[in-house]
């Protein structure tokens, strides 16, 4: 008489076990990758914003100093001076507004780089930002190349520049100082817009 063996029956599948009420133990791995992908995205926006803090603290510094070199030359007497001259005038006044935006915009960055939170509700900060990116960019263009039109025509057609030279190389300066100022500034609005589309194509204002 032949002694069979006995058959060795077929492991139930993953899907049977959770059919006929078994328990099956998740595997850890998604829930690390996930955590990974949070993590990478954190330190992508950090750096994001760190770049925009430093567009914003140039601006800043620029601005401020085309508005300094701008005012300051109404110091000689018998000399001309910024108010003088409706170019000048522009020019002086846009890039004081623009550090002064600049300096509240270098505060917002701060507090959204330490606190993780925009200073203003999400979707009012991203439009409150790409909007007046815009607005003082060409504020700014507007009167930087008025004020280089004015200087030229100093140059050319005037004898201003002949008996006050210090006068007119500070308003150049200040000229450069305030275009170096608005492409910083233009800058900030391209990241400010990125920003913007962002939030409206994913409804955060940074997604990879």
Not at 31 to 55: A, D, G, M, Y
Not at 110 to 125: A, R
Not at 163 to 181: K, M, V, Y
């Amino acid at each position: 008489m032949i002694m069979r063996s006995p058959q060795r029956q077929p492991q139930p599948l993953p899907e049977d076990r959770l059919r006929n009420g078994g328990i099956e133990t998740p595997s850890p791995r998604p829930r690390i990758q996930t955590h990974f992908h949070s993590t990478v995205s954190e330190q992508k926006l950090r750096r994001f914003n760190i770049l925009i803090l430093i567009f914003r603290f140039a601006s800043l510094c620029f601005s401020l100093a085309a508005a300094i070199f701008m005012f300051s030359t109404s110091r000689v007497s018998n000399s001309p001076s910024w108010y003088d001259f409706d170019a000048f005038r522009f020019v002086a006044i846009a890039n004081a507004i623009v550090a002064l935006y600049s300096l509240f915009e270098v505060g917002a960055s701060v507090w959204e780089i330490s606190g993780g939170t925009t200073l203003f509700p999400e979707v009012l900060q991203v439009w409150f930002d790409f909007a007046h990116d815009q607005v003082f960019s060409y504020m700014l263009v507007s009167a930087n190349s008025a004020g280089t039109e004015l200087a030229r025509s100093l140059k050319d057609r005037d004898a201003t520049c002949t008996d006050n030279n210090a006068f007119c190389i500070q308003s150049d300066i200040s000229i450069a100082l305030g275009f170096a100022g608005f492409l910083f500034l233009g800058l900030s609005s391209l990241l400010s817009g990125f920003r913007l589309v962002s939030f409206i194509v994913n409804g955060s204002r940074f997604h990879f």
